[in-house]
């Protein structure tokens, strides 16, 4: 059963749906894979790597000061309120952003490692967070906030390089990876956000080993879903990152995809996770899969939230070629969210396959009650082939790039090293095996096979969605959960999933709203508009003391 649900989320993730009778069965085995009532079983439940002791030896005394009352008076100012809820808060004097801080360590403590409700979703802690958050209270005192983010605690998968923290991919290979910012944490300090620290993530980004769960890091442990501990799958590959902030362990987080790793976890813990276009974001500094398809992305309670961070960590980067190409250059994508929008006017198509669900009916006919008209349609079956080795290709090449560019001083250059260093000791360092990196070193091809290859995936995944989209005139095509994240990456396309309900045994569901490149402020609009109309999501009721 395990074997079976590994490959499936595999799939999902990285190839999404190939025809008709396939987005039908996936429907119904995603609700299988997320909705079984029995435990999951997992071969390694703790990290065996991370010192519980060590990891709150920085905080132990000053947290004496912070008392279960005070914890309590805060709670229902900062659990599940938005980052604009959160500086009106500031600004009141009802809470400083130490307290914030604070607020969130109690709760990474109270719940998040070694205990009969532990998500294992955080792998390292910023040792100077609460100084840092000291002097972001001297700052808004002197008049210095200028973005909405500022003072903020955000959470980023341990993919992405943090100054003083290890960056490991959840690898053991990495745990002294010890690096200077990527390019968007440069830009989310640079706007006054606080790094929490690092969350984890299926090991690297979720495309090591073939029979693994999401989730999975040997450095991290397993991640468990808030939802449902042990029964509710977390979705791959940012699960660390959904899991801290569906839980309130943070306010927001950021996430990476190559093809669902943002989409899977955001709908699976009740959130909204977007999928930028390539390039909006800088992927400089960011362990690789696939130069091709790669993006950071934000993870969020809410739409707002959502366009405040993505917002927060715009800017062209010139070391990263799709972001020197970026046409997108706003700023700004929060301001105008409006918090009464409608979508009058605009043409959304629901795929025909997808209606058996009664999740997504109801999504639609909430869409209907905000104006929007939807145009039903079949998708047409196209297939995406060699989508894996796309990966497999880019990654043979991309990851010694970052290790050259981006990595700290680490005995390796490839991954031929980081497969021999994990034999040497696998039942600790790949329990579940490493069949997609050995799958790396067997696969081969000349520069124009490899050009065929993107060039015929981009097509089809283009097509996907151009041919309903032209011929219905089109703003959006809706879909569920990551169900089409593969036709999406491959297209270049963003996309957005918010919440949409909760199905068997109380598992989350998202909608997904999938559009042409460079539409994130439309994509934005959409998404609030919905979240208006429908206002879905509840916080999980195992994490609300």
Known sequence: MKKAISLLLFFLVFIGCKENT???????????STGVSSELEFKVLDSKIINKDSLWAPFNVEMESFSKDRYSMLQPMIMDKTIPDIQNAVKNGDFTYEELVKFYLYRIRKFDRNNEKSLNSVISINPDILEQAREKDRAFKAGERKHAIFGIPVLLKDNI?????????????????????????????????????????SEWAYFFCSDCPSGYSAIGGQTLNPYGRKILDTGGSSSGSAVAVAANLVTVAVGSETSGSILSPSSQNSLVGLKPTIGVLSRGGIIPISSTLDTPGPITKTVIDNAILFSAMTGKDAEDPASVKNKNLTKDFYSNVSATGTLKGKRFGAMKSLMEDSLYVAAVN???????????FEPEEIDLPNFRRLLSLDMRNDLPEYFEN???KVDFKSVQDVVAFNKIDSTIRAPYGQGLFIGILEDSATNDEFTAIKDTLRRNGKRFFEVPMNTHNLDAVLS????????????LYPA????????????????????KPYQEDQLYKFAQAYEQVSKKRVSPKNYNE
């Open 480 to 491: 569920i959960n990551n169900y089409h994240a593969g036709f999406a990456a491959v297209a």
């Open 366 to 376: 909430d869409l209907r009650k905000a104006g929007a008209e939807i145009i039903e």
């Open 406 to 408: 981006y990595g700290g």
């Open 161 to 201: 390089n943090t100054e003083g923290l290890p960056t490991t991919a959840g690898s053991i290979a990495l745990k002294n990876n010890l690096t200077e910012d990527a390019y968007i944490v440069e830009r989310l300090k640079e706007n006054g956000a606080l790094i929490l620290g690092k969350a984890n993530l």
């Open 22 to 32: 396939a987005e039908k069965n996936s429907v119904q085995d995603q609700t299988d």
């Open 496 to 515: 957005i999933t918010v919440p949409m309900g909760y199905g068997d045994n109380n598992a989350p569901k998202g909608l997904t709203f999938i559009t």
